[in-house]
């Protein structure tokens, strides 16, 4: 082969559009490989020369400016991160792009200082987002990612830290005719994210929903309660109801922690199977909000949610916007992940950690803070956990086991070896906060009778052995039938309150004499819904200003149901007790401030402690670290404007109180 | 009378170059042994000569050993079942001449822990190594030997399993389980998945093996299928069993400890996997803790070394291509 004459079709062949010869093939495949290497090795270098990527933020954007080609020759802009004119624009040298109008699909670049990532919500989803493409708020299950924070809004809201009721979507109501009547008005101005008016029409609507739909999330509660509503005009519904009920817009309408039931968009929901609708189309919008925030990722490993500039909110005054023009919810995982990722300042918030994280991770950012810098640094939860049992299934249907098994329990112990010191014991499925304490001082008589916090072995044996059960050689109690008495306990597999207590409970058991093992499966939840757990690790959430709630969902024997029976998380220890429920029906019937509320309350608890459903164990107090790296004007023990909570539905109200540090 | 392939053929292994199986050397029927045989030496001066010749087979069973020592020891000093045990010691206790090798949060002692966990990690290895190999080696024969539809079918069930990645399959079932787990459910749980790597090596060699002339010779004496696997085969298929039983069981150990790991383990018995667990979830790592994972770390890396010598040096015996020079 002729050298000139390869050399010369190589330089054609490097010019655009020249077409390589067979003739040429051993040069080209050799220049080929030159330039391959070239390109790796510059591609590899301009990816290593990169600023770090602001976490997610980031790289959510990518695809979208993948998908925009000539963008890429626009000029970037380069104004440092700390200029707070800069505000509105892009700004920190890894967002240099500027933001752009969010087509269908596309998510627009939002700087990190705009950011606000909150990880782990509850401890549930553990790894990764189940439910991609499912916002039925009605369906049991559904994560706590955004949704029921900052796209639906509630028509109240109750703070229980400071105590305070706060109308949204409504503006007020007004009961008639003792309790069975009911006029709500609602605010106007509320709108839909696709612009259509929130109106009486939806409330009218999500209500006959519900009640047509007993098995939905509240379906069962509006059924029972309410007899009829009419729509008087756009702002106002009367509702009638089944019987005496002045908690009825507490209960049901006033968003706190996890409960009330949303408010669903009449002209999308309509002629839809509320069982089966997943509410997710991004070609249409759905799902839609009136909170100030509008979807526009999801994925497994995190649900986007950016700020919507026509939120009727801030367009009528009513509030000014959120600072926080995007938010990343990112799943359920593990405290050390978390951690890290709180120490990289990659995200601002996470679920709780416990003390011997929250210290080690302040040591290494001095930026975290959390709610008190006393312990037990963090927020007090609606939350008491006990050792529940499905009370349906021997033995635990005796409450005598349940009491043996309440003495074999050493309270400071579990506070000692699980909670590091940092938490404090519980006597009554009630949470210490203010408006129920009350309540809790006149139980103090009774809890001296019924010493839900005793811990005595010898009691332990005295009941056993009165029961009919025999210690074996290995000092484990058995039955007449030569079984032992099994305490196959469940508890999540990542939180904070309950995982650490699982092995503590489980050895303090053991000791007593009780074959009590643990797991921690990631089914937990719709084992204990189902009753298929014999016993577990769980909180309750109910009552947040007075006693009735908690007796309500957690103890009335109309949510009882055949063990493998799903009751949606309302009396889970399936205890069935009817002088209890009748009470409970009675103080349903009361105002909150009504006085014969007191007397009726200690009349429960007399039946309540000697059965003892479940046995009384600790408080949830939830260290949330907060990153002041990007935000400021957290909630505090000095300034609990709300709980930090992140997946509880008040977070809204945090999220809008927010402040950027630059 | 049925002849045995051992009758025909040499009992030394792999005496000529064809694979990683020891292939019977086809020799005159009722040929003589080799002169060798004839003045055989002392048998323990012979294995001692030959583990010279093996250092790799040596260490690792110096190593196991050591690990079985530790255990074997430290449960005659110490009532290491109560010890274990959460509540057992104060909390986030450091290495002392009290708790030697530490406490963690929950209270158990470290020491304890790991003389208990050692065997646990052994127990479910042998266990599930065993069953997934049995497993294995039952169909792989059959597949092989038998051929044609059974063949396509093992083969089949085989090859779609075997790119799954193992650890997602075993966690979806390890967190479906409803009972309370224990070593032995765990053990089971990872052989479910142990058998296909075991089905495809040995039905290619027994593919192989089944066409040598001393199988033939055997088909045509008469001899049964059933016969030929169990009397002619297998026999010659043993060292590379024993290499495969070793690589096996690291898999298994390997396998649970993931599974333990993640909290999907037997959380009522010490195991080391579950030592991690609660290690990661407590933040030993960024408290300093480091007696908490350290244990545990050091004897995963000694059990895995010990097991990968092992191999090795039995994988000499079994192919003789790897061995070396003398």
């Known amino acids: 082969m002729d050298h000139g004459t390869d050399e010369i079709r190589d330089h054609r062949a490097d010019e655009p559009g020249t077409r390589m010869t067979p003739t040429r093939r051993v040069t080209s495949r050799r220049r080929f490989l030159a330039a391959g290497v070239a390109g790796f090795s510059a591609a590899l270098l301009a990816a290593c020369s990169q600023p770090p990527a602001p976490a997610k933020p980031a790289e959510a954007a990518k695809p979208a400016e993948a998908a925009k080609p000539a963008e890429a020759a626009k000029p970037a802009v380069t104004a440092p991160a700390q200029q707070p004119a800069e505000a509105a624009k892009p700004a920190a040298p890894a967002q240099q792009a500027p933001a752009q109008p969010v087509a269908a699909g596309q998510v627009a670049t939002i700087p990190r200082n705009r950011t606000l990532i909150p990880a782990g919500l509850g401890g549930e989803h553990p790894g990764g987002f189940t439910d991609i493409d499912n916002f039925n708020q009605y369906l049991p299950g559904l994560s706590r990612s955004g949704y029921t924070q900052a796209g639906t809004e509630g028509l109240f809201y109750y703070a229980p830290l400071n105590n305070e009721f706060k109308p949204w979507l409504a503006e007020g109501y007004q009961f008639g005719n003792d309790f069975t009547e009911l006029t709500l008005k609602l605010r ?128 009528t005054g009513f509030s000014p916007p959120p600072k926080v023009e995007r938010l990343i919810f990112l799943p359920g995982m593990n405290e050390i992940t978390m951690a890290q990722k709180m120490i990289a300042n990659e995200i601002d918030m996470a679920f709780s950690f416990t003390p011997g994280n929250m210290r080690a991770v302040q040591q290494q950012n001095k930026k975290i803070i959390t709610h008190s810098d006393q312990p037990p640094y963090g927020f007090m939860d609606w939350w008491p956990i006990a050792l529940g049992f499905n009370n349906s299934e021997k033995p635990f249907d005796d409450p005598e086991i349940r009491w043996a098994i309440s003495y074999a329990i050493n309270r400071d112990q579990i506070i000692k070896f699980a909670f590091q010191g940092f938490n404090q014991v519980s006597a009554l499925p009630y949470p210490d906060f203010a408006g129920l304490r009350p309540y809790m001082d006149a139980a103090k008589p009774l809890l001296e009778k019924y010493d839900t916090l005793a811990y005595d072995l010898k009691k332990t044996d005295e009941i056993m052995t009165r029961k009919g059960y025999k210690k074996d050689a290995q000092g484990m109690w058995t039955g007449s039938d030569g079984n032992k008495v099994s305490i196959p306990i469940i508890t999540f597999p990542q939180h904070p309150s309950t995982t650490p207590q699982a092995p503590v409970v489980t050895e303090q058991l053991r000791q007593a004499g009780f074959d009590a093992t643990f797991q921690l499966p990631a089914d937990y939840g719709a084992r204990i819904r189902t009753g298929e757990a014999k016993a577990y690790l769980y909180g309750h959430g109910g009552s947040m200003r007075e006693p009735f709630s908690t007796w309500d969902r957690l103890y009335h024997m109309r949510h009882v149901k055949p063990t493998g029976t799903d009751n949606n998380g309302q009396n889970i220890y399936r205890w069935s007790n009817k002088p209890f429920s009748d009470i409970v029906d009675q103080m349903g019937q009361m105002a909150e401030d009504d006085p014969k509320l007191m007397d009726l309350w200690l009349k429960s608890l007399e039946i309540w402690l000697p059965e003892l459903p479940d046995v009384q164990l600790v408080h949830t107090v939830i260290p949330v670290p907060m990153n002041t790296t990007y935000w400021t004007n957290w909630p505090s023990a000095k300034d609990p404007y709300v709980h930090e909570g992140f997946w509880h539905r008040n977070a809204l109200h945090m999220i809008l109180k927010l402040q950027p540090v630059s | 009378m049925v002849l045995r392939a051992s009758d025909v053929s040499s009992a030394a292994p792999g005496r000529d170059s064809g694979g990683g199986v020891p292939p019977p050397v086809d020799g005159p029927v009722g040929g003589e042994r080799p002169a060798v045989w004839a003045h055989r030496e002392p048998r323990l001066r012979v294995t001692l000569l030959y583990l010279r010749r093996n250092p790799r087979l040596v260490a690792g069973l110096t190593i196991l050993l050591g690990l079985v020592l530790f255990w074997q020891v430290g449960s005659w000093l110490m009532d290491t079942n109560a010890r274990s045990r959460p509540l057992s010691a104060p909390p986030d206790m450091e290495p002392s001449a009290e708790y030697w090798l530490g406490t963690d949060t929950a209270g158990r002692e470290l020491l304890p822990v790991l003389i208990q966990a050692t065997p646990r990690a052994f127990e479910v290895g042998l266990l599930a190594g065993f069953v997934g190999l049995m497993i294995g080696t039952i169909l792989g024969f059959t597949a092989g030997y038998f051929g044609g539809t059974t063949d396509t079918l093992i083969g089949g069930l085989a090859d779609t399993l075997l790119p799954i990645p193992a650890l997602a399959v075993l966690v979806v079932i390890a967190s479906t389980i409803k009972t309370t787990l224990t070593v032995e459910i765990m053990a089971f749980i990872v052989a479910s998945l142990a058998w296909m790597t075991p089905t495809r090596t040995i039905r290619a060699q027994v593919l192989t093996m089944r066409e040598r002339a001393y199988v033939e010779i055997a088909r045509l004496s008469g001899a049964s299928a059933f016969q030929i696997i169990f009397r002619e085969l297998l026999p010659n298929l043993l060292p590379y069993l024993a290499a495969s039983f070793v690589s096996a069981v690291g898999a298994a150990v390997l396998a649970s400890l993931g599974l333990e790991a993640l909290g999907l383990g037997p959380q009522n018995e010490p195991t080391l996997g579950m030592t991690i667990f609660w290690s990661i979830y407590y933040g030993a790592l960024l408290r300093g803790m480091w007696w908490w994972w350290g244990g545990p770390l050091v004897v995963i890396v000694l059990l895995f070394t010990g097991l990968f010598l092992v191999a090795a040096g039995l994988d000499e015996i079994a192919n003789p291509r790897v061995r070396r020079a003398v």
């Open chain 1, 188 to 315: 106007k101005g509320p709108a839909w994210s696709d612009g259509t008016p929130f109106t009486a029409k939806d409330v009218v609507f999500t209500f006959e929903m519900l009640a047509n739909e007993p098995t939905l999330l509240n379906g069962a509660d509006v059924k029972r309660q309410v007899k009829s509503m009419q729509m008087i005009d756009e702002q106002t519904v009367n509702f009638t109801l089944n019987f005496k009920n002045p908690r009825f817009v507490f209960d049901l309408l006033t968003f706190r922690a996890d409960v009330a039931l949303p408010i669903a968009p009449e002209h999308v929901w309509k002629g839809q199977d509320p069982k089966s609708f997943k509410n997710y189309d991004p070609s249409k919008g759905w799902p839609l909000t009136t909170g100030p925030y509008k979807l526009v990722a999801t994925n497994v490993e995190q649900k986007l949610w950016d700020r919507r500039d026509d939120w009727w909110g801030s367009k």
